[in-house]
C-alpha cells in the first residue's frame, strides 16, 4: 500500500489544504506532529521525575536513590504493559495505574491521591517544557475550525486525555480542537488500527470523509489507509536533523563534560514560533549571560540545600537579577520545595559604609578601600562614602598636622608619605573613632530596624549573593550587625572574585566566587576581567541605587534612594535604556534553563567548561561588532571621585573592551597580545 509521505511541513499542509474540503473530520497525531519535543527521547523526560521521586522520599527519611526509583518504574511499568497484552492487542500501559503501585512500594501509606497529583504536575510541567507547538499546523488548526471541520487529536502514549488536554490547553490551541483521544484510557491504539474504529464508532465519523495526519508511517500511515481513512505522513527532515544534533550532544557530554553545557544550551534554544528575529543585545543575554547566571544561581541553591542555609539574601542592583531568575528557574530544577527562603536586600556600598563605623570605627582597611579608585585624594573623599561631617573631625586632624584637603592618595599631586603616617595614626585615635561612631550611629540603627523588618536575624545561617569582585557590601553588613548575639552567620555566594583586598575571612563571616575566584586558579574563568562592568550594568535593577539609612521621627525607618534628575541619573536611564533587549533576554532564557537543567541532572562543575568557553569566545575574542554592541555607553561608579589624576601619575587600564572601534578592527593580532598580557599577569599573581 502506498502511504503518501511529506519530506516538509509545508509540502504535507498544501495537500491537507486541497484535500480539506472533500472531509468532514480531520484528525492529527499529537507528539512529533501537532507538537515538536525540544529533547531527542521523551523517556528522558522521566529522569527528573525520578530525582524529584528520591527527595521526596528522603525528606521522609526513606533511602530511594534516582537509579532506584528508575528501575522500580520501568519494571512496574513493563509488567502493566505485558498484562493489558494478555487481553489487547496493543501492549499499552496507563499512567496513573503504574505510577500509584510505584509510589505506594516506595512511600507505603503515605501514598495517598495527593502525592500522586504532586508528582503528576510535576511531570506534567517538566513535559510542557520539552513541548512546542508547530506554528504552521496551528495556524492550519484554525483554518480548519472556520470551515467548520471536526478535529480530533488522536495518541499512542501511557498518558490518559485529561493529560494530553493540559498539553494541549499549555501549547495554547485546545479551543481549536473537539476532542483529545489517547489509547491508555482505552487499550485501543492507532499502532494496531484498533483505535480507529472505535473513534468512527464513538463520533460518527465517516471512514471516507476523513483524514489523519501524523508522522508514524505505520500507525499514522497505513492503519488509517486500511481503514478506508485518507492519510498524510510527515517525514520532516529538518526536524530529524536538530534532534539528531541534540542526541549527539547529549551522549557526548556522558563522556566528556564539556558537552555537557553545550547539550544545556542546545535544550534552550527556542524553536518554532519561539524562534523569530531578536535584537542582537537580547540574544546575547539569552545565550551568553543567561546561562552564565543560571549556572550561579543553581550552584548557591545547592550549596544552600546541603548548608541549611534557612534565608538568602539577594544584594545591592544586581542581586535584583539573581533573584528574578531564580524565582524562573531554580523551582523547576527543585521542586520538592527544600529551598531557603529569599528576600531582595536594599543594600549598597555607599549606604552600608557609614553604617559598618557605628560599632568598628573606621578601620584602615575600610578607608585603603576609599582610596583604590584614582578619583578620591583626600580626607574629604573618606567623609563623602563614610557619611561624615567633616567639620566635627577638624581638631582631630589639626591635632595630626592633616587638613580636609591634605593628599592622601599616592596617585595625586602633592602626596607625601608622611602624611599617609598621620592618617594612619588619626585612625588609631581614640577621640577620632569616638566622633566615627557618633556620627554613624544614627545610619546602624536605621539599618538595624530595616534588617529585623525583613526578617535577617531570624536564621542562623544566610546566604548573601552579590556581583562580588572585593566583597565590599558583604565587609560593610557584617562590620555592621556582627556586635549583636543574634547575628545569623554569612555565607557568601559572588559571582566573581577579585580578591585585591585582604577580606577578614572567619567561620562567622565568608564568601566565595562561584564564576571565577582568583584563589581557585582557573585561567579561563579569569576572563571575566576583561569587562566587570558588562555584567554590573547588565544586572543592575531598575531602581535608583540606595544612598543610607535615616532614623524617622516616629522611630522607624526610612530607605533614602539617590536622585535621577541630575547628569548622572540621566546617564543611568540611558544606559538602562540601551540595555533593556540584553535583561529581557536573560530573563527569557530563565525559565528554560531551569527546565533544561532539570532534565540533563547536571550542575555548575558539569557546565563550566562551557561557560568558560563562552567567556573566552565573547571576552578575549569577541568580533568587533560584538563589542561595540555590547559593550556598556555609562558606569555608575558611587566611590569614585571626581579628583583628575596627573598624566602618567596612574596607570590607565588598557583593555580590550574600552578600545575604538577602529583598533579593534586593524590592529594587527590585539586579541592575541591583549590575551598574552592577561596571561602573564593572572600567572604573576
Not at 499502532?191 to 508511517?217: C, M, T
Not at 478506508?228 to 550532544?249: T, Y
Not at 543594600?347 to 573606621?362: D, E, I, N
Not at 578592527?665 to 590575551?675: D, G, T
Request: hydrophobic share 40%; aromatic share 12%.
Amino acid at each position: 500500500m502506498n502511504i503518501p509521505k511529506y519530506y516538509s511541513l509545508p509540502a504535507l499542509i498544501r495537500k491537507g489544504k486541497e484535500i480539506a474540503p472533500k472531509v468532514d473530520t480531520v484528525t492529527f497525531d499529537l507528539f512529533d506532529t501537532l507538537l515538536i519535543r525540544r529533547i531527542h527521547d521523551p523517556d528522558l523526560v522521566k529522569l527528573p521525575v525520578a530525582r524529584y521521586i528520591s527527595d521526596l522520599a528522603a525528606t521522609k527519611g526513606l533511602e530511594w536513590s534516582q537509579d532506584l526509583v528508575q528501575k522500580l518504574r520501568d519494571g512496574i511499568e513493563a509488567r502493566h504493559r505485558q498484562k493489558t497484552a494478555e487481553k489487547f492487542d496493543d501492549h499499552e500501559a496507563c499512567y496513573p495505574n503504574y505510577m500509584k503501585e510505584m509510589l505506594a512500594e516506595i512511600f507505603g501509606d503515605e501514598a495517598d491521591e495527593a502525592l500522586f497529583d504532586r508528582v503528576a504536575d510535576y511531570e506534567v510541567a517538566m513535559e510542557n517544557s520539552m513541548l512546542v507547538p508547530r506554528g504552521e499546523f496551528i495556524d492550519w488548526l484554525k483554518e480548519l475550525r472556520q470551515l467548520g471541520k471536526k478535529v480530533l487529536i488522536i495518541s499512542d502514549i501511557y498518558l490518559p486525555a485529561i493529560y494530553l488536554e493540559r498539553f494541549v490547553k499549555h501549547a495554547g490551541f485546545l479551543d481549536l480542537v473537539d476532542a483529545v483521544i489517547s489509547s491508555a484510557d482505552t487499550f485501543l491504539a492507532k499502532a494496531s488500527g484498533n483505535a480507529f474504529p472505535l473513534i468512527q464508532k464513538e463520533y460518527d465519523l465517516d471512514p471516507a470523509r476523513w483524514l489523519h495526519v501524523g508522522d508514524n508511517p505505520v500507525s499514522d500511515g497505513l492503519r488509517p489507509l486500511e481503514f478506508g481513512i485518507q492519510a498524510l505522513v510527515l517525514h520532516d527532515a529538518s526536524e530529524k536533523r536538530r534532534k539528531s544534533v541534540i542526541r549527539r550532544l547529549v551522549n557526548y557530554g556522558a563522556g566528556r563534560p564539556f558537552w555537557r553545557g553545550r547539550a544545556l544550551q542546545q535544550l534552550m534554544q527556542p524553536l518554532e514560533y519561539e524562534n523569530r528575529e531578536r535584537d542582537d543585545l537580547y540574544i546575547e543575554g539569552y545565550s551568553f549571560l543567561g546561562p552564565m547566571i543560571g549556572a550561579f544561581v543553581q550552584d548557591i541553591a545547592e550549596k544552600s540545600r546541603n548548608l541549611k542555609i534557612g534565608k538568602v539574601f539577594f544584594l545591592s542592583r544586581e542581586g535584583w537579577t539573581f533573584k528574578n531568575y531564580w524565582e524562573q528557574s531554580i523551582p523547576r530544577i527543585f521542586p520538592d520545595k527544600q529551598l531557603p527562603e529569599i528576600e531582595y536586600l536594599y543594600v549598597s556600598r555607599m549606604a552600608l559604609a557609614g553604617a559598618s563605623c557605628a560599632y568598628k570605627g573606621l578601620s584602615q582597611a575600610k578607608a585603603d578601600i576609599v582610596f583604590l579608585p584614582h578619583g578620591n585624594s583626600n580626607f574629604l573623599d573618606v567623609c563623602r562614602i563614610f557619611s561624615l561631617n567633616p567639620e566635627p573631625f577638624s581638631p582631630h586632624l589639626n591635632r595630626h598636622e592633616l587638613t580636609v584637603n591634605t593628599v592622601l592618595s599616592p596617585v595625586h599631586e602633592g602626596y607625601l608619605q608622611e602624611n599617609s603616617v598621620r592618617f594612619i595614626e588619626l585612625l588609631e585615635d581614640e577621640k577620632f573613632q569616638d566622633e566615627v561612631k557618633c556620627q554613624t550611629r544614627p545610619a546602624n540603627d536605621a539599618l538595624q530596624l530595616y534588617l529585623e523588618d525583613i526578617g535577617f536575624f531570624e536564621h542562623k545561617d544566610i546566604a548573601l549573593v552579590d556581583i562580588g569582585w572585593l566583597g565590599t557590601i558583604q565587609r560593610f553588613l557584617y562590620e555592621a550587625i556582627c556586635h549583636r548575639e543574634d547575628a545569623p552567620v554569612c555565607h557568601g555566594f559572588l559571582f566573581g572574585v577579585t580578591r585585591g583586598i585582604p577580606y577578614p575571612t572567619t567561620s562567622e563571616n565568608h564568601f566565595e566566587g562561584i564564576i571565577y575566584d582568583k584563589y581557585r586558579f582557573d585561567f579561563a574563568a579569569s576572563t571575566i576581567m576583561y569587562s566587570r562592568d558588562l555584567f554590573e550594568e547588565a544586572c543592575r535593577a531598575p531602581h535608583p541605587t540606595l544612598n543610607g539609612y535615616a532614623l524617622k521621627g516616629d522611630g522607624g525607618y526610612e530607605l533614602l534612594f539617590r536622585q535621577t534628575d541630575d547628569e548622572t541619573g540621566r546617564a543611568e536611564k540611558k544606559q538602562d535604556e540601551n540595555y533593556a533587549p540584553l535583561q529581557q533576554g536573560i530573563f527569557a532564557s530563565a525559565p528554560a534553563y531551569g527546565s533544561a537543567s532539570a532534565l540533563l541532572g547536571y550542575s555548575i562543575d558539569d557546565y563550566r567548561p562551557w561557560l568558560n568557553y563562552l567567556m573566552v569566545s565573547k571576552l578575549a575574542f569577541p568580533k568587533t561588532r560584538e563589542i561595540c554592541n555590547i559593550r556598556h555607553k555609562h558606569h555608575l561608579d558611587d566611590f569614585h571621585g571626581t579628583k583628575k589624576v596627573p598624566k602618567g601619575q596612574a596607570q590607565v587600564m588598557d583593555s580590550l573592551w574600552n578600545r575604538s572601534s577602529v583598533a579593534l578592527y586593524y590592529s594587527p593580532f590585539l586579541r592575541i597580545r591583549k590575551f598574552l598580557r592577561h596571561m602573564r599577569d593572572r600567572l604573576n599573581e
